[in-house]
DNA sequence: GCCGTTTTCGGCCCGACTGTTTTCAGTCG
């Protein structure tokens, strides 16, 4: 079993727990399920490493959980978990997927109605008997129906890709209003959190009532989800909820250090705030009813005893100890990339041509790119063959004969095939200066034979860089079943460096992976994986993944100078 | 049920908004 499946089963006893009104039984379930969803190696390796002994070092998991995961290895099933769901047979994470509903609704639903499932939900919603329930009433009824409705259309979460743009143009929006003094986007988004669930936005405003009147009715508002003096909240019409906060200027580092997140990063600051006999809240940090910090966020930490934490690293996973030594790593820049080394041109499947890649790329300021078209493997892309290829290198090296303030590089994106061969000859890859190898094809194969197929590729001396190294597509296909600590641990041995592939739907490696692999010791490379020259603006989503891994400049290589860059790959 | 440079027992983050209430529980973030 998975250990998003481990994590499935504890987040629905927590939810069981939280509708029996059972006291913190339910927060240390749910931080298990959270911890497992985000974990590389699996309870059932670590079990078999260890048995219980390992599994209780995950943090989470104390003696009790560590027995429910040994019952489930070993079992295939869970006797406390079942006996849950026998005593209440309510379908209960579905139905608390709806906006506004929560456990303690769901037991009065069942109660009173027998109430098991979404479409028993809908059904009793739609007849109207839920209104006559206590505590219930027709505007009730009809979130409930609203809910549903949403919850048909898509999973709620979008990509930082889709939001950003948007959030940013509601941002500037409100920038421009008079009433306005200060606006920031916090939350996720701020810390570019790969998928958003939703967005969170903070002003300064001697007058809120004006700004949010302005913001419950711009032009892009399905509707209004709530709405005071301090905040509103709406769901836009492409699905994204926004809540708007009006914070006064004396709370404005603290409200955006709390609506920053994550959620976790928050409590282990409170936590050091209550062990100096401080309180932190979203108005600031407190003394008795005194407060000593909040205008910024960078006091609060100062005066917590913690250095600046970049929005990006706040998610509890080591920089609260690190900032408290003053260790928190310089990240990479938005600025500090000289070069891309993936792009695509109507050479293949493209949008655009080499020169007008180029011109694009020089706009943005960079030095060099790489051109990498696929390869034969690709037919539906009319993939290279060593003749065209060939060819090609003819052109580039044409063109950067007449191209001034940018260099072009000549690349490809080599398919990986089955066994881990290329599908291009050594000597042409030989000739050229990136090689970039992928996989395109044979996404199912078993997790050993995918990790073989990939190792062998990337032991091929000409192969500098493994692009995508997951294939994953966020919210539409799954990374391909490979180990990545093999993977890390052969681009250390190898010199070969590893992609973090900026397009907004891969993000590929993961933040996770990234952190893993400069703490190998692997360099890796931020690429827009442009198909048009409106992709290569997709760079900052790179650079935002690496900054969540804990990237350094000097762990970036495209941050070098073009002739430094070409002498750090594996063979100069 | 977890966790510990205060603790192996006694804590466990904090506040706004909503809907339905005459004072508050539930939900959400």
């Known amino acids: 079993m998975r250990n998003v499946e481990f994590a499935l089963i504890f987040r629905e006893i927590s939810l069981y727990l939280e509708m029996q009104g059972v006291q913190f039984k339910p927060r240390a379930y749910e931080k298990v399920a959270y911890t497992l969803e985000a974990m590389e190696e699996s309870l059932a390796e670590i079990y078999k490493r260890g048995g219980i002994k390992a599994l209780?070092?995950?943090?989470?998991?104390?003696?009790?959980?560590?027995?429910?995961?040994?019952?489930?290895?070993?079992?295939?099933?869970?006797?406390?978990?079942?006996?849950?769901?026998?005593?209440?047979?309510?379908?209960?994470?579905?139905?608390?997927?709806?906006?506004?509903?929560?456990?303690?609704?769901?037991k009065v639903l069942y109660e009173k109605l027998e109430v098991k499932d979404v479409s028993d939900l809908e059904r009793v919603a739609q007849i109207g008997k839920i209104r006559g329930l206590p505590h219930f009433g027709e505007k009730m009824e009809q979130k409930i129906l609203r809910g549903i409705e949403f919850l048909k259309q898509g999973s709620g979460r979008v990509t930082l890709g889709a939001a950003l743009p948007l959030i940013l143009e509601i941002h500037g929006r409100l920038r421009e209003l008079s009433d306005v003094d200060e606006v920031e986007v916090a939350g996720s988004i701020r810390r570019r959190k790969e998928t958003v669930g939703d967005a969170d936005i903070l002003a300064i405003s001697s007058r809120p009532e004006k700004v949010m009147d302005f913001f419950v009715s711009m032009p892009e508002v399905a509707h209004v989800l709530g709405k005071g003096n301090t905040k509103a909240m709406i769901k836009l019409k492409n699905g994204l909820d926004v809540?708007?906060?009006?914070?006064?200027?004396?709370?404005?580092?603290?409200?955006?250090?709390?609506?920053?997140?994550?959620?976790?990063?928050?409590?282990?600051?409170?936590?050091?705030?209550?062990?100096?006999?401080?309180?932190?809240?979203?108005?600031?940090?407190?003394?008795?009813?005194?407060?000593?910090?909040?205008?910024?966020?960078?006091?609060?930490?100062?005066?917590?005893?913690?250095?600046?934490?970049?929005?990006?690293?706040?998610?509890?996973?080591?920089?609260?100890?690190?900032?408290?030594?003053?260790?928190?790593?310089?990240?990479?820049?938005y600025q500090d990339l000289r070069g891309d080394l993936q792009i695509q041109t109507t050479w293949t499947d493209g949008a655009n041509s080499i020169e007008e890649m180029a011109e694009e790329a020089r706009?943005?300021?960079?030095?060099?790119?790489?051109?990498?078209?696929?390869?034969?493997?690709?037919?539906?892309?009319?993939?290279?063959?060593?003749?065209?290829?060939?060819?090609?290198?003819?052109?580039?090296?044409?063109?950067?004969?007449?191209?001034?303030?940018?260099?072009?590089?000549?690349?490809?994106?080599?398919?990986i095939n089955k066994d881990g061969s290329l599908d291009i000859k050594?000597?042409?890859?030989?000739?050229?200066?990136?090689?970039?190898?992928?996989?395109?094809?044979?996404?199912?194969?078993?997790?050993?034979?995918?990790?073989?197929?990939?190792?062998?590729?990337?032991?091929n001396p000409h192969a500098d860089i493994l692009f995508h190294?997951?294939?994953?597509?966020?919210?539409?296909?799954?990374?391909?079943?490979?180990?990545?600590?093999?993977?890390?641990?052969?681009?250390?041995?190898?010199?070969?460096?590893?992609?973090?592939?900026?397009?907004?739907?891969?993000?590929?490696?993961?933040?996770?992976?990234?952190?893993?692999?400069?703490?190998?010791?692997?360099?890796?490379?931020?690429?827009?994986?442009?198909?048009?020259?409106?992709?290569?603006?997709?760079?900052?989503?790179?650079?935002?993944?690496?900054?969540?891994?804990?990237?350094r400049k000097n762990d970036i290589l495209n941050t070098l100078p073009e002739k430094d860059f070409i002498r750090s790959l594996k063979r100069p």
């Open 243 to 333: 809540d708007l906060r009006v914070v006064p200027e004396e709370s404005f580092g603290a409200a955006l250090n709390y609506f920053t997140g994550s959620k976790d990063h928050n409590v282990a600051l409170r936590r050091i705030a209550q062990e100096r006999g401080l309180k932190l809240n979203e108005y600031g940090l407190f003394r008795g009813s005194q407060r000593i910090a909040g205008k910024t966020e960078e006091e609060i930490y100062k005066v917590l005893g913690l250095s600046f934490i970049p929005p990006e690293i706040r998610e509890d996973q080591g920089e609260i100890e690190a900032a408290k030594k003053g260790e928190i790593p310089d990240l990479v820049g």
């Open 469 to 551: 190294p997951t294939g994953r597509v966020i919210q539409k296909r799954e990374p391909y079943d490979v180990d990545m600590d093999e993977i890390i641990r052969t681009a250390k041995e190898t010199g070969t460096v590893l992609e973090v592939d900026a397009y907004p739907d891969r993000l590929d490696l993961k933040d996770e992976h990234v952190r893993k692999a400069i703490e190998a010791g692997v360099k890796l490379v931020i690429d827009s994986d442009a198909h048009s020259v409106n992709h290569m603006r997709f760079l900052e989503f790179g650079v935002a993944q690496a900054r969540r891994g804990w990237a």
């Open 56 to 106: 209780r070092e995950v943090p989470g998991v104390g003696e009790a959980i560590a027995e429910k995961i040994e019952e489930i290895i070993q079992t295939g099933k869970l006797t406390y978990y079942e006996e849950l769901r026998r005593k209440t047979p309510v379908d209960i994470r579905a139905l608390t997927a709806i906006e506004g509903v929560g456990p303690k609704m769901v």
């Open 363 to 415: 706009r943005l300021g960079l030095e060099y790119i790489a051109i990498t078209d696929h390869t034969k493997g690709l037919a539906m892309t009319g993939g290279s063959d060593e003749k065209k290829l060939l060819r090609q290198m003819a052109t580039i090296e044409k063109i950067n004969r007449s191209l001034k303030g940018i260099t072009v590089l000549k690349g490809a994106e080599v398919n």
């Open 426 to 459: 050594d000597e042409v890859l030989a000739e050229l200066d990136v090689v970039g190898i992928a996989v395109h094809s044979h996404f199912n194969l078993p997790r050993r034979e995918m990790t073989e197929r990939i190792k062998r590729a990337m032991r």
